[in-house]
């Protein structure tokens, strides 16, 4: 069963714009993970946020939780044609050993 | 550091026929995970390792797929005999601690194409 859920499915936007991505999940977690993958390439690790946490940031990224919604967001400012990727949010359930993945959001930025 | 090793980057194979992948972990790495990821969707968990031991297999269709994490180190995955359904990429993954609680690290995957 799918824990995580992306929300938009795709996003096109304008080179410099911000981009916003949205993940919701089911069950009370530990922490919540985002991840990019580039085309043909693995994923890569962006930013962990524990469940008592609310805001991260990292340099233009800036993820936010709201464990009474269930739910997170995550920003990218100024984008880059670079940025162009799928993001992915994973979920680290409270009781389990693992991580579960969303579906992505699939990221185009425009030059 | 160097990251984690994947092979074959591809592979083309006949339904009923038998693959196997080969997954190096990043030095240290005490987990290794296989995901499966279909196109278009997100990685999928099949197994998870601790040193040699199986935490989760509780995805893995056990009939066809089977994996095994000799010496704690390095990992196979192998589908036998592979149906049309098994096409996707195969992402190995390792991290510091076990299941969820520090950042994975992903390879770059292989390809599986099953005509």
């Known amino acids: 069963s799918q824990q995580g859920e992306e929300d938009p499915q795709a996003l096109s936007i304008q080179e410099g714009e911000n981009a916003t991505m949205n993940c919701s999940y089911k069950t009370s977690i530990n922490n919540l993970q985002w991840y990019r993958q580039n085309s043909g390439r693995g994923l890569v690790h962006l930013i962990l946020?524990?469940?008592?946490?609310r805001e991260k940031h990292s340099g233009r990224l800036r993820v936010t939780l709201d464990t009474s919604k269930k739910s997170s967001s995550l920003l990218i400012t100024a984008s880059r044609a670079a940025d162009t990727a799928s993001y992915f949010c994973?979920?680290?359930?409270?009781?389990?050993?693992?991580?579960?993945f969303g579906q992505g959001t699939r990221l185009t930025i425009n030059p | 550091e160097a990251g984690v090793a994947q092979s074959p980057r591809y592979k083309i194979i006949e339904k009923r026929q038998s693959v196997a992948f080969w997954c190096n972990p990043i030095s240290g790495h005490a987990t290794l995970y296989w995901y499966q990821q279909i196109l278009g969707q997100g990685p999928k968990l099949l197994i998870q390792?601790?040193?040699?031991?199986?935490?989760?297999d509780s995805q893995l269709p056990k009939d066809r797929f089977s994996a095994e994490r000799l010496k704690g180190v390095d990992s196979t995955l192998k589908i036998q005999p592979a149906k049309l359904e098994d096409s996707a990429v195969y992402l190995c993954?390792?991290?510091?601690?076990?299941?969820?609680?520090?950042?994975?690290?992903f390879g770059n995957g292989t390809r599986l194409t099953v005509t």
């Open positions: 946020i524990r469940s008592n946490e």
């Open positions: 390792f601790q040193n040699n031991g199986v935490v989760d």
């Open positions: 993954a390792s991290s510091q601690r076990t299941g969820g609680n520090s950042p994975l690290h």
């Open positions: 994973a979920t680290h359930l409270q009781g389990a050993q693992k991580l579960v």
